[in-house]
């Protein structure tokens, strides 16, 4: 016999308390609409985990707009620009004066942090450190997520609409029928060696830099702890990597007649992370629709990922509003076109920037001529480097 279950009912189940599920959480809150998140991971891992760093503009206001926390303004930096770095000569792209808007630097850690006291603040339910998720009877009208709460409960959430928001590793897209969904995949032939080191900025923005020796990006954490990555075979073992030995990396990788140098300090955190792009279509099955990295996801290079999380939350909400409040389910049924029109704008950018900033391995002269010639004309040309300002800081909502 089974054990028993503690069944728990409310209006959205959601599983997944990343930086999506707790925006949806919480916007749905707002409108008086009951959910429950459900979270492998604790609070401490998550905040832990270093993952995004640039928000669109449209990213913050919904996170100071909506309630959440006002700390990105205050906390985070501005960045009215950025720099592409082609063979050691730098170009900055003006983001403000091209197309009027800026990105902030927020670490993902704050945003995570900011939304999860948000919920706690106003009393959500966020069940953290759960195990055995499982999502079942998508296309009733009664789904359901099974899972082993923290104490050990065994626990049924009966939901109207269940929402994957779960992360690239997640279940719920895998619950849809293969037949389903359309798996659009992916995989690129080199990864990102990422690093965090105690040192002060090099630059006051970004730095993306194609270098004879492959990328580099120059990004920042705080004013002591900086964020950077090169280019590196996906198989590569960071245990080959002393601090040394990265720093000398960076350095020739940044290298130029301008004499740039970072600023060296030690390193206390090493990954590799390997490229792909991955979107599931439709976001929708039955009664669950998937958001944010659960339905798609982007290489790091245009830094998309989180933001593009917001903008599904941002079409999926008022849709979920209109369905409990006047059962009007129009935005509802638009809601996977809507969200994967923007989606695939962002994949095209994030594989865009991603193959013009890397040298592919075996890559002959031809392909390095044309690739420098691209780099021209975004460099040289004002509408050029307009195209890649607005679709870095974030196309106008719709
Ligand atoms: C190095 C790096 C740099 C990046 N830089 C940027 C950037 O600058 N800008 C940007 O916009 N994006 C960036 N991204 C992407 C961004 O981090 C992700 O797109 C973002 O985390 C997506 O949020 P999410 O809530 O959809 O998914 P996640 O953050 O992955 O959250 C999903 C949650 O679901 C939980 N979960 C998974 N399976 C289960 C289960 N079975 N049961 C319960 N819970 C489960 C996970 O533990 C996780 O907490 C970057 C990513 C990386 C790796």
Not at 60 to 84: A, C, Q, W
Not at 347 to 352: D, I, R
Request: net charge negative; charged share 25%; aromatic share 10%.
């Amino acid at each position: 016999m089974s054990a028993q279950r503690t069944i728990i009912t409310t209006q959205v189940g959601i599983v997944g308390g990343g930086p999506a599920g707790l925006m949806l959480a919480h916007l749905l809150g707002r409108a008086g609409i009951d959910s429950i998140v459900v979270e492998k991971r604790d609070k401490d891992t998550i905040h832990a985990t270093h993952r995004a760093g640039i928000l669109e503009a449209a990213t913050v206001r919904m996170l100071t707009e909506s309630g959440v926390d006002g700390r990105v303004l205050t906390e985070g930096h501005e960045h009215e620009g950025t720099v592409l770095r082609f063979q050691g000569e730098s170009h900055r792209i003006d983001f403000q004066d091209l197309v009027g808007h800026s990105v902030w630097l927020y670490p993902q850690n704050e945003v995570f942090r900011d939304l999860a006291a948000a919920r706690e603040r106003d009393g959500g339910d966020v069940r953290w450190s759960v195990t055995d998720t499982e999502v079942v009877d998508l296309t009733s009208d009664r789904p359901k997520i099974r899972f082993t709460d923290a104490d050990g409960t065994l626990v049924e959430v009966q939901c109207e609409i269940l929402v994957g928001a779960d992360g690239s590793q997640g279940i719920c897209k895998w619950a849809i029928p293969q037949e389903e969904r359309i798996d659009n995949f992916i995989q690129y032939p080199f990864a990102w060696f990422g690093i965090l080191a105690e040192a002060p900025p090099s630059a006051p923005e970004l730095i993306y830099s194609n270098s004879e020796h492959g990328f580099a990006l120059i990004s920042s954490r705080s004013e002591s702890v900086q964020r950077m990555y090169f280019q590196c075979d996906p198989d590569e073992d960071v245990d080959d990597w002393d601090d040394e030995r990265i720093w000398a990396e960076l350095q020739r990788r940044v290298e130029g007649p301008d004499g740039l140098r970072l600023k060296e300090g030690p390193i206390f955190d090493k990954t590799v992370l390997k490229f792909r792009s991955y979107v599931c279509e439709p976001l929708r099955y039955g009664n669950l629709f998937l958001v944010g990295d659960a339905g798609h996801t982007v290489p790091p290079t245009g830094a998309k990922g989180l933001n593009l999380a917001f903008c599904d939350v941002r079409a999926l909400a008022p849709g979920l509003i209109e369905h409990f409040t006047t059962g009007d389910d129009s935005a509802l049924a638009g809601y996977s076109a809507k969200a994967l029109e923007r989606v695939w704008k962002a994949q095209n950018f994030s594989y865009w920037v991603t193959n013009l900033m890397h040298t592919q391995p075996d890559e002959d002269p031809f392909h390095q001529k044309r690739r420098l010639g691209e780099f021209k004309a975004i460099t040289t040309s004002a509408r050029g480097a307009a195209y890649f300002a607005e679709s870095y800081t974030g196309w106008p909502e719709d």
